[in-house]
């Protein structure tokens, strides 16, 4: 969804539920669809913390324990921690099999 759907979609609710709740919709598929860029991962399959943390259902600084307990494999890229899809996918399977 863009930006002029959006504003299609509000101008349609304006008359039906008023200008108040109708701009705190629009505000609301705004901050979510912002959220979605955030944790998409690249299409290469690296995901930042926020984005594993987000893939895998668990807290940022539970994704930093992972990797410093040697659960979850990442690779530093500048300052940032990076984690491969299929480090994440391995760390939620591992423990089913030992």
């Avoid at 860029?37 to 594993?52: H, K, N, S, V």
């Avoid at 807290?59 to 300052?79: E, H, M, Q, Y």
């Amino acid at each position: 969804m863009d930006e002029s759907e959006l504003q299609k979609i509000v101008a349609v609710l304006i008359p039906a539920l008023g200008p108040v709740i109708a701009d705190a919709i629009a505000a609301a598929v705004v901050r979510e669809l912002r959220h979605q860029r955030r944790t998409e991962a690249d299409p290469a399959g690296w995901m930042t913390l926020r984005q594993a943390a987000a893939y895998l259902k668990i807290s940022p600084k539970t994704v930093c324990a992972w990797r410093s307990d040697g659960k979850i494999k990442g690779k530093l890229f500048g300052k940032r921690w990076r984690f491969d899809k299929e480090s994440l996918d391995a760390a939620l399977v591992s423990p089913w099999l030992t």
